[in-house]
């Protein structure tokens, strides 16, 4: 299994340039997620989808676009780059939801590393 | 609103001895706590999990502790190594709200 991937692992944005963030992951898990993360400001959750066709809101989603056709795949839209959206950004899957029993852990991507000038 | 808080200070320890890191919660007791490592450059990597009704999990050189009454858990590295040498993370579930709450992390170095 490879895991959970994401793509690119760097990228370079000029200010109201679009781009898609891609991650995919072949655990046939039920939750993905999204996260940023920011010197001082630890991990937080942008999007978040508990299956296909099921996307939700985290605490920081203003921004960003996230669709999810496929359990597989979990892509993650900047709408317009600002400069506030350089970060390190995360896919993450778990077998099960956070809130639920039964194995919750989170398996995170290598992370792609964002800067909007 | 609830809280994570760990160690802001990098943890210094000499190779063999016993590394204890520390995570501290807010308000109610979380269902459970997860510990992830995490290396430069990299995705966290989960560790460990220990529930409410759990007071201590071992995995191999890992044990972690969960205090309800003090509102903590420790984690600890036995015999620890070099390789050991990453930043560990602490993440609660956050009851009603749909995610995890993450600590930023307490940066462990190890020296041989």
């Known amino acids: 299994n490879a895991g959970v991937t994401q793509t690119p692992k760097f990228q370079v944005l000029k200010t109201g340039q679009s781009m898609t963030l891609q991650c995919a992951q072949d655990?046939?898990?039920?939750?993905m997620s999204w996260y940023r993360q920011d010197p001082g400001m630890g991990l937080r959750l942008i999007h978040y989808s508990v299956g296909a066709g099921i996307t939700d809101q985290g605490e920081v989603p203003n921004g960003y676009n996230v669709s999810r056709s496929t359990t597989e795949d979990f892509p993650l839209r900047l709408l317009s780059a600002a400069p506030s959206q350089t970060s390190v950004y995360f896919c993450?899957?778990?077998?099960?939801?956070?809130?639920?029993?039964?194995?919750?852990?989170?398996?995170f991507g290598p992370g792609t590393r964002l800067t909007v000038l | 609103s609830q809280k994570i808080e760990q160690n802001s200070e990098a943890l210094n320890i000499q190779e063999g001895k016993t590394a204890t890191l520390t995570c501290n919660y807010t308000n109610y007791s979380p269902a459970y706590l997860q510990w992830y490592r995490q290396d430069p450059g990299r995705g966290p990597v989960f560790l460990l999990l220990?529930?409410?009704n759990e007071k201590e999990k071992r995995k191999e050189r890992l044990k972690v502790t969960f205090d309800t009454t003090l509102k903590q858990s420790l984690f600890h590295i036995t015999a620890s190594q070099p390789a050991d040498s990453a930043t560990y993370l602490c993440?609660?579930?956050?009851?009603?709200?749909?995610?995890?709450?993450w600590g930023l992390g307490t940066s462990l170095a190890v020296n041989p």
């Open positions: 993440a609660r579930n956050a009851g009603n709200n749909r995610k995890l709450i």
């Open positions: 220990i529930r409410e």
């Open positions: 993450a899957s778990s077998p099960h939801q956070p809130w639920r029993e039964g194995r919750n852990e989170q398996f």
């Open positions: 655990m046939n898990h039920e939750y």
